[in-house]
Structures are given as structure tokens and as C-alpha cells.
């Protein structure tokens, strides 16, 4: 089934390519590569969140494999009003992040992007929360609680700043 998808991609590489379409080019050839990674213990949906995450964190010369750190996640009703996702880790537990099942049903890629990334703020690189405000009034990280007064602004214009602030917070 794998090698037979792989082969029908190669022919569609090489079509494309003969029809020299440079930018379908490129993005056929990035299907080539594997298209989600797995990750045991951690619910399929989140997959491609946390290849994200590490992905992100090796463009600032982080290198994180989330298969190695004893991590596990659920998708789940969070009773607690308003929680989208929660982090909790102890000395002889692994780390265990929990994504509300409401919340993930009704929101946006990026929206889910931002919590999932919170979350593994803390789980993974140890952060607290951050309530600052830029001078506009939006929250200057993606580590903001949710109850202080800041403004979320993560927009895809704005994502590579916020990530940058969680990857290094003096950023
Ligand atoms: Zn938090």
C-alpha cells in the first residue's frame, strides 16, 4: 500500500516535472518525504502538531525528539471551564498533556497549534506562564495563563515571533 503510494507520487513528480512547472515541482517533492511522523502514546490528531513543534524547534537549533522525553497526551472533556489543554508532570509519572475534546472540535488549525505548543511550553521546555502586554495590549508569548489581561494575536503574520518568544524566551 506505502510503496504503491510512493510510486504513483514518483510518476506524478516526474509528469510535473516534465511539464516544467517549477513551484508544482516543489511542492510535489515535498510529499516525498514521510508525511507524518508517529508518536507513541499521544492520540493521531496530534501528531502533526508536535512534528511542528519539533520542527520549529530545529529551526532555532533546538533539536527535540518528543518520542524520547516520556510523554503522553489524551483528547479529553476537561471539566474545568474554559481549559483548553493542561500539562501536569511528577517525579515517577510521565508528563501528560490534556487537549479538551470541545475545544478541539470547534477550533481552528492555528488555534490548536497555539495550545497544543503551550502545552508542551511547559511540559517539554519547562516554561511558566507570561502575562506581558506589547504596548498595543496583545500578549508578547504563547505562554500567556488566558486569565490576565493581554490580547492573543498568534496570526500566521505573527506566529514566527511567538515562536521564536517560546523557543527563547529573551526573544
Ligand atoms: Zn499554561
Known amino acids: 500500500m506505502k510503496s504503491s503510494l510512493r510510486l504513483s507520487v514518483f510518476f506524478l513528480f516526474v509528469f510535473l516535472l516534465l511539464n516544467g512547472c517549477k513551484k508544482e515541482a516543489t511542492e ?3 510529499i516525498n ?3 507524518t511522523k508517529t508518536y507513541q502514546n ?3 490528531p496530534l501528531w502533526d502538531y508536535f512534528e511542528r513543534f519539533e520542527n520549529e524547534a530545529l529551526e532555532r537549533d533546538l533539536i527535540i525528539d518528543l518520542n524520547n522525553l516520556n510523554l503522553t497526551a489524551e483528547i479529553v472533556e476537561i471539566v474545568a471551564e474554559g481549559v483548553a489543554g493542561t500539562c501536569s508532570y511528577g517525579s515517577h509519572t510521565p508528563k501528560h498533556i ?4 470541545t475545544f478541539w472540535s470547534q477550533s481552528s488549525d492555528l488555534f490548536k497549534e ?3 505548543f503551550h502545552e508542551l511550553g511547559h511540559c517539554v521546555l519547562f516554561r511558566g506562564h507570561r502575562e506581558d502586554a506589547n504596548q498595543d495590549g496583545t500578549c ?3 505562554m500567556r495563563s488566558g486569565i490576565e489581561d493581554c490580547q492573543d494575536n498568534y496570526r500566521l503574520a505573527t506566529r514566527s ?3 521564536d518568544e517560546l523557543f527563547d524566551e529573551m526573544n
Open 28 to 30: 510535489i517533492t515535498d
Open 33 to 35: 518525504f514521510p508525511i
Open 42 to 44: 499521544i492520540p493521531e
Open 98 to 101: 490534556q487537549i479538551d475534546q
Open 114 to 116: 497555539f495550545v497544543v
Open 140 to 142: 508578547v508569548s504563547l
Open 161 to 163: 515571533n511567538y515562536l
